[in-house]
Nanobody
Framework: QVQLVESGGGLVQPGGSLRLSCAAS????????MGWFRQGPEKEREFVSA????????YYADSVKGRFTISRDNAKNTVYLQMNSLKPEDTAVYYC????????????????WGQGTQVTVSS
């Protein structure tokens, strides 16, 4: 089992920044890739970004490319999502997830999920 705990959400004005953190514990040796997903009000969960656990390959949804940056600290078993130039449409619950394989943006490829952290972008 892998346990994931997100932190760093909150309320921010449009154009502002937030950094989300996801701390992994348990059988972290089984992790191949970490991802961030989000689910807005009355919307389906969607892929945001992902990073390979060892190689550092990164992936982004077109909607966040150039604004969000994913990174990892393997010594701390933690993945970060730096979110800049936030827009109201970025408002959602953000989930951290861990995968042992599969396609980077496929929800079903991720078997472990955090509890989610709310991000609200509003003036």
């Amino acid at each position: 089992q892998v346990q994931l705990v997100e932190s760093g959400g909150g309320l921010v004005q449009p154009g502002g920044s937030l950094r989300l953190s996801c701390a992994a514990s348990g059988r972290t040796f089984s992790i191949y890739r970490m991802g961030w997903f989000r689910q807005g009000p009355e919307k389906e969960r969607e892929f945001v970004s992902a990073i390979s656990w060892s190689g550092g390959s990164t992936y982004y949804a077109d909607s966040v490319k150039g604004r969000f940056t994913i990174s990892r600290d393997n010594a701390k078993n933690t993945v970060y999502l730096q979110m800049n130039s936030l827009k109201p449409e970025d408002t959602a619950v953000y989930y951290c997830a861990a995968a042992s394989g599969g396609y980077y943006s496929a929800t079903h490829a991720y078997h472990y999920w955090g509890q989610g952290t709310q991000v609200t972008v509003s003036s």
